[in-house]
């Protein structure tokens, strides 16, 4: 996509009005080769004719400057795609040239800078970016990351944490991480990222492997969400479906109680098969009280030890206090209404008793 300059507006704008140069140049008061040279860009008007010239092209002054306080998000694609095209073209120079000329059009855009952005790292990535281009980016970016919209901001922090940890600047890359909030699930990545960079394996895979433990647990707190929404359609094979896929799931991953016991415990005692719901409660329980041992042995999780968290109404909490919660809830569920006289879960509740009694 060719830049239009501002000759080749002036000729669009007069071609759109259905003028020839010679009737745009007497409504004016100037000469035909004068407007020539204006759609030419071998000249350019006068600052005094500017209003007349936006009158007489049937435009405002805004339209024949091009100037635009924001631009769109199809603007900024515009953009894009004609800068890769320069790109593939002209090479990284002139798509380079291409970038800064929009951002002097448009110096108040945010997203034409982050698109700006994008297009650095991508560079940097590669291995391409000059020191130029790497310090273009870090202004860029640290003018976006004081951005009064919440999501720009936190994805440029991201973008400059990013930055800093592939050019090895470790604490600014901690001081920025400092900043986004605990939930953003990038800034886990990242900070598991510069751990790494830095060669401190042991907390870079205890990062990890609490990252994946919570990733785990949401994984499983919507296939629980699933299950429901199958119960309220009345669809027993897809809750039947959920149920087991959460069972392997912490089976397969070595987590020792979660959902999948109890949702499928759910599941036998709507079909009417409260031996085989009881048969499930039990295995709950036994799990639930000998929960370190398992995640001591578990390949994924194993590191972690007493600093396992678990998400808890969208907070982390340790494996006694979700623990203590889990009894808590157990204890007047809709199901036990129904298992209470079952010798099984008797025993069960017996065994957790004391269990918890002894910690």
């Known amino acids: 996509m060719a830049i239009e300059t501002f000759g080749k507006r002036i000729c669009r704008l007069r071609k759109q009005a259905n003028m020839t140069q010679r009737e745009l140049a007497n409504l004016l008061g100037i000469s035909e080769p004068a407007v020539c040279k204006w759609e030419t860009d071998s000249s350019m008007p006068d600052i005094m004719l500017l209003a007349p010239l936006a009158r007489a092209l049937h435009t405002d002054l805004n339209t024949l400057l091009s100037y635009e306080e924001t631009v769109s998000p199809e603007k900024v694609k515009e953009f894009a795609d004609a800068a890769e095209e320069i790109g593939r073209t002209g090479g990284t120079v002139a798509e380079m040239q291409y970038w800064k000329e929009k951002l002097q059009a448009y110096p108040n855009s945010e997203p034409l800078k982050m698109a700006y952005v994008k297009w650095l790292m991508r560079l940097q990535v590669q291995r391409a970016a000059t020191e130029e281009q790497m310090q273009i980016m870090e202004e860029l970016l640290l003018t976006l990351c004081k951005s009064e919209e919440t999501e720009m901001k936190f994805e ?52 990890c492997e609490q990252f994946l433990f919570e990733c785990v647990q949401n994984a499983l707190i919507c296939l629980s969400r699933m299950a429901g929404i199958a119960v309220a359609t009345k669809d027993s094979e897809k809750e039947r479906t959920y149920a ?63 600093d396992i968290r678990f998400i808890s109404n969208g907070a982390l909490v340790s494996l006694d206090a979700f623990r203590d919660e889990l009894v808590q809830v157990m204890q007047n569920p809709w199901y036990m209404k129904r298992l209470r006289d079952n010798e099984r879960v008797q025993q069960s509740m017996e065994k957790l008793k004391l269990y918890m009694e002894g910690k």
Do not use: W
């Open 156 to 207: 440029a922090k991201r973008y400059l944490a990013s930055f800093y940890i592939t050019s090895q600047r470790f604490e600014e890359a901690e001081n920025v991480l400092a900043t986004l909030p605990d939930f953003d699930f990038n800034a886990r990545h990242l900070n598991a990222l510069l751990l790494y960079v830095k060669k401190d394996y042991e907390a870079a895979r205890k990062e």
């Open 244 to 306: 087991d896929m959460m069972c392997r799931m912490e089976q397969e991953l070595g987590i020792p109680f979660y959902r999948g016991a109890t949702q499928m415990m759910e599941c036998y005692l709507r079909s009417g098969e409260e031996e085989e719901a009881a048969k499930y409660f039990e295995k709950y329980v036994e799990n639930m009280m000998h929960a370190e041992d398992c995640f001591e042995k578990s390949l994924f999780f194993g590191d972690l030890g007493e």
